[in-house]
């Protein structure tokens, strides 16, 4: 008998052929290899159908953005090495107004009342590095008062290398308390809640305040300037960082920097908060340095030759400005992120997918999107993970004429 074309030589094809050539014998063995054929016909489907299948999901995975997958469990962040020196900061403890970690030096000389406030958040230390060196230099004002802060020192001494955004704060973010309902509610009480009471005098005197920050990712240094208007128009005055973000801030909770007066329009009180690049990096000092001189010699307070000249940076031939629309705020844990995104990325087209929330995309709502400040290493339910812009209008700068022409 020949063997099937079809059937692979085996064994069992073998046995069944048998020695004996009867015709109930021969039946049996036809019946048997038609059996088989039916079985390898079989098999043959379902590796064809596990082979589309196999195909088919390659495809649907080939279609994610190559850094995320449908199964990714986790986010992996970058890792950034510490490039400054922490200072000490034992030797500011004791303020010479009553409050620890507080100095404040009045002119006697009618002026504006500016405040430099550094360690909003205790990982973030080129405000802490600035602070230290304007009370090592001595500087006092010609004009007005001058207060300098540091806030959150119980989290900036818990800074551990091995876990270095620990240190952001101890119980609650220190610049989401700033409501006065949240502040006037003493049944309340944390690290955080309780340094913002003591301090809050020093805010409500301010008539100018900088808030010196740092972000979790290197992106280039901008300056947060609030909803309104004239804090729109302090930062163009200053001049540097070249990004402004206008925006209402955060739904978890005010920031310092809308505090009072600087979020009422009516009122002359102005803040600026800025974002001086990457905690660790040395560029982040670098920037501190040049928005503090910036700031301190805008208010008036001091004159140019009382700051380090080398505490300049040299201006950007162009001021961007950026006005938030929406924050994206987790749900959940379950939030990724389409790419390693830093801060400032810029999407030419609606629907654009920049992540994934509850598995949903999460799509741009309009062309020319700018993604601000993401990361996913605060993420929780309620946190803010980006907040989506549109570039609202660029300013020309002549620094040698300190005039600016907008675009």
Not at 163 to 185: G, H, K
Not at 186 to 211: N, T, Y
Not at 235 to 243: D, N, S, Y
Not at 378 to 387: N, S
Request: some cysteine; proline content about 7%.
């Amino acid at each position: 008998m020949r063997r099937s074309p079809h059937l692979k030589r085996s064994s069992t094809n073998v046995r069944a052929l048998p020695c004996d050539r009867s015709p109930y014998a021969l039946a049996h063995a036809a019946v048997t290899l038609a059996h088989a054929a039916v079985e390898a016909c079989s098999a043959r489907r379902v590796r064809a159908r596990s082979t589309r299948l196999r195909r088919r999901r390659a495809r649907q995975v080939s279609r994610l953005p190559k850094k995320l997958t449908m199964t990714e469990s986790a986010p992996v962040f970058p890792h950034y090495s510490i490039e400054v020196d922490f200072p000490d900061l034992e030797a500011h403890r004791t303020g010479n107004a009553g409050v620890d970690y507080v100095h404040r030096f009045d002119s006697g000389v009618p002026g504006p009342r500016v405040m430099i406030n550094a360690l909003t958040h205790g990982n973030e230390v080129c405000g802490a590095i600035v602070v230290d060196a304007l009370l090592k230099r001595g500087l006092r004002p010609r004009r007005g008062v001058l207060t300098v802060s540091f806030a959150n020192v119980t989290a900036y001494e818990r800074f551990d290398p091995a876990r270095p955004d620990a240190a952001r704060f101890v119980d609650q973010d220190f610049n989401r308390v700033w409501a006065p309902a949240v502040l006037d509610d003493l049944s309340q009480h944390s690290v955080e809640l309780d340094r913002a009471r003591a301090i809050r005098p020093f805010v409500d005197e301010a008539d100018w305040l900088l808030d010196l920050h740092s972000m979790h990712e290197r992106s280039a240094p901008l300056i947060v300037a609030g909803p309104l208007a004239k804090g729109t128009a302090l930062a163009l005055r200053i001049g540097a960082p070249a990004t402004v973000i206008r925006d209402e801030g955060h739904p978890e909770g005010k920031r310092m920097r809308d505090y009072g007066g600087f979020g009422d329009p009516a009122s002359a009180k102005n803040a600026l908060l800025v974002e001086c690049g990457q905690h660790w990096e040395a560029r982040a000092v670098a920037v501190a340095r040049d928005s503090t001189a910036r700031f301190l010699m805008a208010s008036g307070i001091v004159d140019e030759r009382d700051l380090p000249a080398d505490w300049f940076l040299p201006l950007a031939t162009t001021m961007r400005i950026v006005q938030v629309t929406q924050p994206v705020i987790a749900t959940s844990g379950d939030f990724r992120f389409a790419d390693a995104y830093t801060g400032l990325e810029h999407f030419a087209e609606a629907g654009a997918v920049i992540g994934w929330s509850d598995g949903k995309p999460v799509t741009t709502p309009y062309p020319d999107c700018v993604l601000v400040m993401p990361s996913l290493r605060q993420l929780h339910p309620g946190v803010t993970v980006v907040r989506l812009g549109r570039v609202e209008r660029e300013v020309a700068q002549r620094a040698a004429r300190g005039t600016r022409d907008e675009c």
